[in-house]
């Protein structure tokens, strides 16, 4: 499911806390907050990784035909991959796919901030938690 319109402000402003290394949306789907990452950092590298077939050779095109050379699409588990410069890590992820990012990230990733948009890191600590103001009151989990 895509991040709402509130959702995708809040996490691009919470982005803006790391100004250099890679960004990557961790489950990038239709691009939705990929594409308004990449215009908000035209000079940053971009990642994406998403599985599902349509989603990703959709925003494959976009990126070809809005010519984004920053934006990386990954048709890849970011389970499997290594997350090169890494500066910030979102994603949008169900409760077991929070559980296995959290069992991956252990300790390797100390200088790399987490947004998560929902769903929380299992046994680890926000170190703020944003609440929209919309149906769900859904949180955005900023980890550090």
């Known amino acids: 499911m895509p991040s709402s319109a509130k959702a995708c402000e809040v996490i691009l402003q919470a982005?803006?806390?790391r100004s250099d290394g890679a960004i990557i949306d961790l489950g990038s789907g239709w691009g939705t907050l990929l594409f308004a990452l990449a215009r908000k950092y035209p000079h940053r590298r971009i990642i994406g990784y998403e599985m599902s077939w349509l989603p990703y050779l959709y925003t494959w095109i976009y990126r070809a035909l809005f010519r984004l050379h920053?934006?990386?699409l990954?048709?890849?588990n970011f389970?499997?991959?290594d997350l090169p410069d890494a500066s910030v890590l979102i994603?949008?992820?169900h409760p077991a796919g929070m559980h296995a990012l959290r069992t991956k990230l252990g300790s390797s990733y100390k200088q790399t901030m987490l947004i998560s948009n929902t769903f929380a890191l299992?046994?680890?600590v926000a170190e703020q938690t944003i609440q929209l103001v919309d149906l769900y009151n859904t949180p955005i989990y900023i980890y550090r």
């Open 15 to 17: 982005s803006e806390l």
């Open 70 to 72: 920053h934006v990386q």
């Open 91 to 93: 994603c949008y992820l």
């Open 122 to 124: 299992p046994e680890a």
């Open 79 to 81: 389970l499997t991959a």
């Open 74 to 76: 990954m048709r890849k």
